[in-house]
């Protein structure tokens, strides 16, 4: 009963990993995949720990267990703080990562070492394999970490629902809920029962919570969103080049627009030479004059608005953008009112030269 416990939370898990990379956008946050792999691993670590008949094979599955127990908490902080759209330092990921990693270190220390475990004891209980374990000095950190990352995770979702109105409500309901589940999992739910590890529960509620959550999350950044759109739009491309001006990266758009990068190399001059001087002298205009203008190119029977702009990891230039968008049909309307008014212009010089013959013939 319990091993077929542990194997349906694990097939659910699977399907949860499915549905996310089936609805996956490029615009989601690496955390959502992490969430999921974590969660996966954990529920089939369950499986195979719960399949285990050896101490020592008990105990290789169970540091891998840990993986998940000791950065799936985490990850899903992170995660929380992206949606309440609170931004930390980088010194303060480096030091919740690095707190993390020593508490996992001593995860690693089992059966080598009395500090994380003192004694380790394999029971089969209901046809499944439980390990029966003295806690050591050093598992007060694992406490330790469980009860700082969740304290943390309560007080994002605090300061964002009473800080940050742009931030969803029903987003941080649900995540509230998962926290909470998360605690009575922990807590509670082994002082009912230490046959089945209710952790593993908790875990697959965060996966479903987490799905919920990010089938919306994007339509909460405009940012995201509008970039998404145009893109897809394929009436902008997009168009890096690094600092000595090496092909990077194009949008399929862009690549239309100009079919002469289509098969240029990364990390590449351009290739065609007729397009690198193009490019060479809008991007020579930028760093002249310190500004980004707007360029029009003709080609063929299309008219081009390209605008060169500095290219930023993070803080740091690291090359320059070009963002071509097809303006041809805005240009073409122009160019119409102009000939219009043109016309126009004519036909008021030759009345206005007739009015003027009319007078001038006009005995007074």
Same mark, same amino acid.
């Given at each position: 009963?319990?091993?077929?416990?542990?194997?349906?939370?694990?097939?659910?898990?699977?399907?949860?990993?499915?549905?996310?990379?089936?609805?996956?956008?490029?615009?989601?946050?690496?955390?959502?995949?992490?969430?999921?792999?974590?969660?996966?691993?954990?529920?089939?670590?369950?499986?195979?720990?719960?399949?285990?008949?050896?101490?020592?094979?008990?105990?290789?599955?169970?540091?891998?267990?840990?993986?998940?127990?000791?950065?799936?908490?985490?990850?899903?902080?992170?995660?929380?703080?992206?949606?309440?759209?609170?931004?930390?330092?980088?010194?303060?990921?480096?030091?919740?990562?690095?707190?993390?990693?020593?508490?996992?270190?001593?995860?690693?220390?089992?059966?080598?070492?009395?500090?994380?475990?003192?004694?380790?004891?394999? %029971? !089969?209980?209901?046809?499944? $394999?439980?390990?029966?374990? &003295?806690?050591?000095?050093?598992?007060? /950190? +694992?406490?330790?970490? *469980?009860?700082?990352?969740?304290?943390?995770?309560?007080?994002?979702?605090?300061?964002?629902?009473?800080?940050?109105?742009?931030?969803?409500?029903?987003?941080?309901?649900?995540?509230?809920?998962?926290?909470?589940?998360?605690?009575?999992?922990?807590?509670?739910?082994?002082?009912?029962?230490?046959?089945?590890?209710?952790?593993?529960?908790?875990?697959?509620?965060?996966?479903?919570?987490?799905?919920?959550?990010?089938?919306?999350?994007?339509?909460?950044?405009?940012?995201?969103?509008?970039?998404?759109?145009?893109?897809?739009?394929?009436?902008?491309?997009?168009?890096?080049?690094?600092?000595?001006?090496?092909?990077?990266?194009?949008?399929?758009?862009?690549?239309?627009?100009?079919? %002469? !990068?289509?098969?240029?190399? $990364?990390?590449?001059?351009? &290739?065609?030479?007729?397009?690198?001087? /193009? +490019?060479?002298?809008? *991007?020579?205009?930028?760093?002249?004059?310190?500004?980004?203008?707007?360029?029009?190119?003709?080609?063929?029977?299309?008219?081009?608005?390209?605008?060169?702009?500095?290219?930023?990891?993070?803080?740091?230039?690291?090359?320059?953008?070009?963002?071509?968008?097809?303006?041809?049909?805005?240009?073409?309307?122009?160019?119409?009112?102009?000939?219009?008014?043109?016309?126009?212009?004519?036909?008021?010089?030759?009345?206005?030269?007739?009015?003027?013959?009319?007078?001038?013939?006009?005995?007074?």
């Amino acid at each position: 009963m319990v091993l077929t416990f542990y194997i349906v939370i694990c097939i659910l898990s699977l399907i949860c990993c499915a549905v996310f990379y089936w609805k996956k956008r490029n615009f989601y946050s690496v955390r959502y995949t992490m969430i999921f792999l974590l969660a996966f691993l954990s529920h089939f670590c369950y499986v195979l720990l719960a399949l285990a008949r050896d101490v020592r094979e008990a105990l290789i599955i169970n540091k891998f267990l840990y993986v998940g127990g000791c950065f799936l908490p985490l990850v899903g902080l992170l995660l929380v703080f992206s949606i309440c759209k609170i931004h930390v330092s980088k010194w303060v990921h480096f030091v919740l990562v690095g707190f993390c990693m020593i508490v996992y270190c001593c995860v690693l220390t089992s059966g080598y070492l009395p500090l994380f475990y003192e004694s380790v004891e394999l %029971e !089969i209980h209901d046809g499944a $394999a439980v390990l029966m374990k &003295e806690y050591g000095p050093l598992h007060i /950190l +694992f406490y330790a970490e *469980i009860g700082i990352l969740l304290v943390l995770t309560f007080y994002a979702l605090i300061y964002g629902y009473l800080h940050k109105p742009d931030v969803s409500r029903r987003n941080l309901a649900i995540a509230a809920f998962m926290q909470i589940f998360s605690i009575f999992a922990y807590f509670i739910g082994r002082a009912i029962t230490k046959d089945i590890e209710w952790m593993a529960v908790a875990d697959l509620v965060d996966e479903i919570g987490f799905l919920i959550i990010m089938d919306r999350v994007v339509l909460y950044d405009v940012g995201d969103l509008v970039s998404s759109s145009i893109i897809k739009e394929g009436q902008f491309g997009y168009i890096s080049l690094d600092l000595q001006k090496r092909y990077l990266s194009a949008t399929d758009a862009a690549k239309r627009f100009f079919p %002469e !990068i289509a098969h240029n190399h $990364a990390d590449k001059i351009i &290739e065609n030479e007729d397009v690198r001087v /193009l +490019f060479d002298k809008w *991007i020579e205009d930028l760093k002249r004059e310190n500004v980004s203008k707007l360029h029009y190119h003709r080609r063929g029977e299309f008219i081009y608005a390209v605008r060169v702009s500095d290219l930023y990891d993070g803080s740091k230039k690291r090359g320059y953008l070009l963002e071509i968008n097809d303006d041809t049909a805005h240009q073409q309307h122009l160019e119409s009112i102009e000939r219009y008014n043109k016309n126009l212009n004519e036909e008021l010089k030759v009345k206005t030269r007739m009015i003027r013959d009319l007078r001038h013939k006009d005995p007074k």
